[in-house]
């Protein structure tokens, strides 16, 4: 089964009267020329059939400005608009896991991920948990255990990890899977499946945890966000590291607000390894 390319308006009047929440509208460019919303495109990002046999599907998401630039003065959060981190929002809606790595975490102070009860409500009337599971990807245990994610106790963490070390308590729930010899994505995501009955994980990186993944053959489609912006300055791009070989992309829809673009890629090939 192929991943719905979202060319066509949301079928279900049903389904798309429930989505919540205030929403931004946009002109989808590609595959054909239409005024509508994030949610509504959104809504059509079905992913609980297209998991692998061995591991769930991969999703990645970042933003970059023109010059390829995923940060600005170290941060994500300059680079997009807030139509930009209504995407991200719904993107979250619609997994069963988010991913990231123990840089990120540390940078941007992860709260809830899914911050909006009503997102929460309407997660849970399209068959998913309230929250998704976050998923922390880290060599040691230096992690900012004060950010909200860990103190709320909204939802589950669960972080993969070298260390022998123990977390300190907090109120969101906190399982630690320890790899002595090193942390190994793959390994990570049949984890995922098999003890978690993890389907669908979005990864919002770092530029690290990206390019390993890409390099592995463990995405599935590309979400990216190009703002109209020049940096212009050393920043990190969103691959960190030289891939083996050159990854092809298909352009599964192209959305553009004010300038801003929102793309969705799927990895060429992927499709051939479930």
């Known amino acids: 089964m192929s991943a ?3 060319t066509s308006e949301v079928a279900d009047p049903y389904r798309e009267s429930r989505i919540p929440g205030e929403t931004r509208r946009v002109r989808r460019l590609l595959p054909d ?6 949610a509504e495109q959104l809504a059509q990002l079905e992913l609980k059939e297209l998991a692998h046999p061995d591991r769930p599907y991969v999703l990645m998401n970042f933003a970059s400005t023109v010059d390829g630039r995923a940060t600005i003065d170290g941060r994500s959060g300059p680079i997009g608009t807030r139509t930009d981190m209504e995407m991200l929002q719904r993107l979250r809606t619609r997994v069963d896991a988010v991913m990231i790595g123990a840089g990120t975490m540390r940078i941007e ?3 809830r991920m899914v911050s909006d009860p009503a997102l929460r409500a309407y997660r849970e009337r399209t068959l998913l948990s309230h929250d998704p599971l976050g998923v922390l990807v880290t060599r040691g245990m230096d992690l900012p255990w004060d950010a909200s994610l860990f103190t709320n106790g909204g939802g589950r963490v669960v972080v993969f990890t070298q260390s022998d070390a123990e977390p300190p308590e907090t109120a969101t729930p906190v399982t630690c899977v320890r790899r002595p010899d090193g942390v190994d994505l793959a390994d990570v995501l049949g984890w995922l499946l098999r003890e978690r009955g993890i389907r669908s994980v979005l990864c919002e990186g770092g530029p690290t945890i990206h390019g390993e993944l890409q390099a592995r053959g463990l995405v599935d489609e590309l979400f990216l966000t190009i703002a109209p912006k020049l940096a212009g300055r050393e920043e990190r791009s969103i691959l960190t590291a030289p891939l083996p070989d050159v990854v ?3 352009l599964e829809w192209l959305l553009e607000s004010q300038g801003e673009l929102f793309t969705r890629y799927r990895v060429r090939g992927a499709e051939q390894d479930r």
């Open 33 to 38: 020329l239409v005024t509508t919303t994030v």
């Open 4 to 6: 719905d390319s979202g």
């Open 109 to 111: 102070r992860y709260g």
């Open 248 to 250: 092809g992309l298909d």
